[in-house]
Nanobody, 115 residues
């Protein structure tokens, strides 16, 4: 059984930081492309970052320079370090893992940036 579980969300003030974790079971993330997505209220889900063994990490322009994706594949986890958070970063953040025709999703974790 494949399961992805996100953790690390919470409420922070603008300018604060959070580190999100994506923990996998039943699948080895080092064999997959692992991405982070977010969906804000009233908006469509967007991909914000991705990591794989064959490509350089990807970041969407709105988070580039503020967010860092990394993997600890010995622990079968992928992280998203988020710095200089802005209110517009408020969203449900989800991770996914993709290999060929296979795609798995986590349940998401809420990030709220508010003063």
């Amino acid at each position: 059984q494949v399961q992805l579980v996100e953790s690390g969300g919470g409420v922070v003030q603008p300018g604060g930081s959070l580190r999100l974790s994506c923990a996998a079971s039943g699948v080895r993330l080092d064999y997959y492309a692992t991405g982070w997505f977010r969906q804000a209220p009233g908006k469509e889900r967007e991909q914000i970052s991705c990591i794989s063994s064959s490509d350089n990490p990807y970041y969407t322009d709105s988070v580039k320079g503020r967010f860092t994706i990394s993997g600890d594949f010995a622990k079968n986890k992928v992280y998203l370090e988020m710095n200089s958070l802005k209110p517009e970063d408020t969203a449900v953040y989800s991770c996914n893992a993709v290999q060929g025709l296979r795609m798995y999703w986590g349940q998401g974790t809420q990030v709220t940036v508010s003063s």
